[in-house]
């Protein structure tokens, strides 16, 4: 009986190409979508979740919010935290503290190569392999980590450092690190199989720490510093105890707090953050910053994107079969009459489009690779083709094809099963009973949601433009900065690199300086000024630059002088800042002192605003200043900043001279160019992504739109042929003819426009809300994509309507 | 008796009126019998052949068939019975272009659930039967029309019915073609199967042993 409803079907399916046609590339398209974004799901879900006793796990993270405004968070603890909690608080079982570092490079004793910038190396008492269980392939847990000068390697990195040997002979090999450090590998560890957020490779003694120059951090006992590279782990015993925990928690938080920051009002506060929210959470990093961290709001629109543009999919295959019914009514009746039961009919025609549904699945694969690169910025780098073949993946894409295949069939194969048999055989279907048939609910449904991202796509990148072609107040080109390496401290090493870019042709002025004054980067301070009644207390962010740095960016001064010299304890504050301090007159601001702690910045100048990061965010109170705690050993200036005269055409040569200049300089670290403009089109990186992906889903969702209208107008026109050959016979003209048959479908894109409109202006208002720059939701963007939709419809029914009015009515008639 | 039909109506509201299809309908049919319904367009022959045939209802009357009140009868035991008992053969064939022949005749056997080795020989049998077997693998408007209705009957037949309901099974062929078929149905009367066909013709009518005359849905 199968194999009977299978061969119908396949011979259905071949007679009737333009439909399936149409009804594979839909469902294909909806499907490759789902595919694609279900992986992406369904990969960034899976991580962490293998741990013994995972959901009792816990990172402890800490926030900050300013009595001056502002709240801070950071992924780490205070050093003396993970020591006081390990026997402080009954209700935890075990806690893991440690400390993540980055060497500047490692050397092992077999490969004659330094290897730069190891990543995942943590300092570890070993606490952390009781927390997360390891396969141990040579070595003893207990005793590995627990001397000085000790390093336990993960069997990837073993196999970087030791290439060929095996895991027992690596032990009791030495590694160095930054040329100096010499410790001993004394254990190997199998890498997680599993998706993990825990990339570490290089477990390091806790005992080496002073060798890093670390042990004041390690050993601290002060409770006021916070750095993201201290981290903690603890298990609570039972996962109703979390809320005790958390209690105790703050307590201890309250406890240490220090009188000074009682009085701002600052608050300090732990956090138990899941193990499996590590991967997703906004607030607090993950491990790996070369990925991404994932998004939870991202892959909800991600989601919603598949699942629309399958619903678009399904929504053809329903339209199309409904209305072919006619066409297959004798087929139906004679079935009856033969014998077929409503069940065993329902039964084919469900066969037909799980047979469909196969073949468009199959389709789909093939789009899915396309798929992939096409939202490459979306997929994550680990995530390839091979979760395919995971038992998960495979169960989750059968039970979507077995949804997708009710969705779409049992409608058509409910309806199609009802037919009268006497009535069926004879092609004379019960008309309508004057209910709306279903069909024009889902066109309304299909064209609102193409609109919708038609409306979305073109707010999306007018929003863009805005941003892009606003003034962001300073030089964004010609403009490029070199990062020097970060621990160089000779800031005579960096300012003779300074003077030889200085001194190379085409460089129009050059500054030595922290962060660019448009930056990801974020810096600031907490100052106190006395005006005549009050304290104001502000968070001022600090631009750190020499004397040249405001002529490099071309930051105008409006009042004032500039500082004296690179070191002097001076502000320059921008117009925020002053207006926020009670000044109207630049000129007044002049004189100021503010206080940071107990030192006194006087302000010397009053500069323009500019805006000091994406058109997202609004203007903040700045202040530009030196270099001044640079004889304490916290120098900022570690950027080279220079702009360049003539076209960008011309500049290689010089460029080429920066780089040897650096090279000369700084023979160890990486050279890389950082042009102005760029940096600012990475700010809107983000929404760049978005406009690409609403580029593409309103393609795919008009292109399955219209391929159903294409779909339906073929019906139509078949179905009343005998219409417009008797209308045409009774002198109608073309046009007329053409306005009758599109009419219909004319009005049901209208409704759909007239739902898109207000929803689309609700979801865009909100995208809005986001931006401290934002443009307006001008009406034409309506007036344009409503338009626009109703031309491509005309065009499209027009292929077939116009074709049908020229028809020889007499040929119309005759078949009648 | 196979079926008896007493006081039968059928009508249907057009626009406040009722019109009647049928109007107080009375006979029986003994098993073996050949009965021709007659009358012009729109008398209500194929309503009533639709009506015995269980494909439509009635508003009023009583049907028995082979000692079932049809009238009583939910659907779904409805098609049961006709499927077992009832073989249904029409003017314009309706075979199912998709279909092989071999695939048209096995179609009311896979509705009645046999086995494929069951349904395999009942399928060669009537091939054999109506010298079809170089057909089998021909779709069906590779047939002429006569070779058509040859595997209408044929697949009426093939789940041996009692009862053979013929709507102008010539009507859509020449007259040789049209002779053959009505000698078919003659051969098949006299092997005892029950035939009501409704026709036009008054020479296919004579084949059959009683005819039926209808007027605007009366018996006449």
Request: charged share 20%; with cysteine.
């Amino acid at each position: 009986m199968f194999k009977n409803y299978l061969k119908i079907a396949w011979r259905n399916l071949q007679k009737n190409k333009l439909f399936t046609a149409i009804n594979i590339i839909s469902l294909s398209i909806g499907l490759s979508a789902s595919f694609v974004i279900g992986m992406m799901i369904y990969h960034d879900m899976t991580f962490d979740r293998f741990h013994k006793d995972g959901d009792r796990i816990f990172r402890v993270t800490t926030s900050f919010s300013f009595g001056s405004g502002g709240q801070f968070y950071n992924s780490g603890v205070t050093a003396p935290l993970g020591e006081t909690l390990k026997d402080g608080i009954q209700e935890i079982g075990t806690t893991a503290a440690f400390f993540t570092i980055y060497p500047v490079k490692v050397t092992s004793e077999q490969v004659n190569q330094a290897f730069r910038n190891p990543q995942g190396v943590m300092l570890s008492n070993g606490d952390y392999f009781d927390m997360f269980s390891y396969n141990w392939l040579a070595g003893n847990k207990k005793s590995a980590l627990k001397e000085p000068n000790a390093v336990v390697l993960s069997e990837k990195r073993a196999g970087k450092y030791f290439p060929g040997l095996l895991p027992e002979e690596v032990v009791g090999m030495t590694t160095i690190y930054n040329d100096s450090i010499v410790v001993t590998v004394l254990g190997v560890v199998e890498n997680f199989k599993e998706r993990s957020d825990l990339f570490f490779e290089e477990f390091i003694s806790l005992e080496t720490a002073n060798a890093f120059g670390m042990q004041d951090q390690v050993f601290s006992t002060n409770w006021g510093g916070t750095n993201s590279n201290s981290q903690l782990f603890v298990k609570v015993n039972d996962l109703e105890m979390t809320a005790s925990v958390q209690q105790q928690l703050d307590a201890l938080a309250l406890e240490h707090e220090d009188e000074e920051s009682k009085q701002d009002g600052d608050i300090t506060s732990f956090h138990l953050q899941p193990l499996n929210d590590i991967h997703f959470s906004p607030t607090y990093a993950a491990y790996d910053y070369s990925q991404p961290q994932a998004s939870k709001s991202t892959l909800k629109g991600l989601f919603f994107i598949a699942l629309f543009l399958l619903l678009l999919g399904c929504v053809n295959f329903i339209n199309l079969n409904t209305a072919q019914g006619f066409k297959r009514s004798k087929e139906v009746g004679v079935r009856k009459t033969l014998g077929g039961s409503k069940s065993q009919i329902r039964y084919q025609f469900l066969t037909e489009t799980f047979l469909l549904t196969i073949a468009s699945a199959l389709v789909s694969i093939l789009l899915s690779m396309w798929l992939l690169q096409l939202f490459s910025d979306f997929v994550p780098a680990s995530l390839t083709a091979n979760v395919f073949t995971e038992p998960m993946v495979i169960a989750g894409i059968l039970a979507l094809l077995i949804t997708v295949t009710f969705i779409a069939g049992f409608y058509p194969a409910m309806i199609l099963s009802k037919f009268k048999p006497a009535s069926a055989i004879r092609n004379q279907l019960a008309v309508s009973n004057g209910r709306i048939p279903l069909r024009k609910y889902l066109t309304v449904f299909q064209f609102a949601i193409a609109q919708i991202f038609v409306i979305a796509t073109l707010l999306v990148g007018k929003q863009i433009n805005f941003m892009m072609s606003q003034d962001m107040g300073i030089k964004t080109d010609a403009v490029v900065y070199v990062d020097m390496p970060w621990h160089e401290k000779s800031i005579e090493k960096k300012e003779r690199f300074l003077n030889a870019v200085k001194s190379l042709p085409q460089i129009q002025t050059a500054s030595i300086g922290g962060r660019p004054p448009a930056s990801f980067g974020y810096n600031s301070a907490g100052i106190s000024y006395f005006n005549d009644q009050e304290e104001v207390k502000l968070d001022l962010q600090q631009l750190f630059g020499d004397t040249q740095y405001a002529d490099v960016y071309g930051i105008e001064l409006l009042a004032g002088r500039s500082r004296l010299n690179d070191t002097i304890k001076e502000f320059v504050i921008n117009e925020k800042a002053m207006k926020l301090l009670g000044f109207t007159k630049p000129e007044d601001a002049l004189n100021v002192q503010l206080k940071i702690s107990d030192e006194v910045f006087p302000v010397v100048g009053v500069m323009k605003d500019f805006h000091q990061r994406s058109l997202k965010s609004g203007i903040e109170p700045m202040a530009l200043v030196g270099d001044g705690y640079r004889n304490i050993g916290f120098s900022q200036f570690n950027s080279v900043h220079f702009s360049l005269s003539g076209g960008s055409e011309t500049w290689e040569n010089t460029l080429v001279s920066v780089e040897k200049e650096f090279e000369n300089a700084f023979p160890d670290a990486e050279f890389k160019l950082n042009f102005m403009d760029d940096m600012v089109s990475r700010f809107y990186l983000q929404e760049r992504k978005t406009a690409k992906l609403l580029k593409w889903a309103m393609g795919l969702s008009l292109l399955i739109s219209c391929l159903g209208l294409f779909g339906l107008v073929i019906y139509t026109t078949e179905k009343r042929t005998k219409e417009i050959g008797i209308r045409k016979i009774l002198g109608a003209s073309l046009s007329q003819l053409n306005f009758l048959l599109c009419k219909e479908f004319l009005i049901l894109i209208g409704i759909g426009f007239l739902i898109a409109a207000p929803v689309a202006w609700y979801g865009l208002d909100n995208w809005l809300q986001d931006f401290a720059n934002k443009t307006t939701l001008s009406w034409w963007i309506f007036g344009i994509s409503g338009i626009a939709m109703i031309a491509l419809a005309l065009v499209i029914m027009s292929a077939k309507t116009i074709a049908a009015a020229n028809s020889n009515p007499v040929e119309s008639l005759r078949t009648e | 008796m196979l079926l008896q039909l007493n006081n039968i109506f059928k009508w249907v509201k057009t626009g406040g009126q009722q019109t009647f299809l049928l109007k107080d309908i009375n006979f029986n049919v003994e098993e073996g019998e050949f009965i021709s319904i007659m009358g012009p367009s729109g008398s209500g022959k194929t309503t009533l052949l639709n009506v015995i045939g269980m494909l439509d209802g009635f508003n009023e009357g009583e049907y028995n068939f082979m000692d079932e009140s049809v009238h009583d009868l939910k659907e779904k035991h409805r098609a049961d019975l006709y499927k077992r008992y009832i073989g249904f053969v029409f003017q314009s064939y309706h075979l199912l272009d998709e279909l092989t022949v071999q695939e048209n005749l096995e179609m009311p056997l896979l509705y009645k659930k046999l086995k494929g080795s069951e349904r395999k020989a009942m399928v060669a049998d009537m091939l054999d039967r109506f010298n079809i077997v170089g057909k089998k693998d021909l779709f069906p408007t590779q047939l002429s029309g006569g070779q058509q209705q040859l595997v209408g009957i044929a697949r009426a037949l093939i789940s041996n019915p009692k009862l053979i309901l013929a709507d102008e099974p010539t009507g859509n062929l020449n007259s040789s073609q049209g002779e053959e078929i009505m000698g078919i149905f003659k051969e098949l009367n006299e092997e005892g199967v029950t035939i009501i066909q409704v026709t036009h013709s008054e020479k296919n009518a004579e084949y059959g042993t009683r005819t039926i005359n209808l007027l605007d849905g009366r018996m006449v």
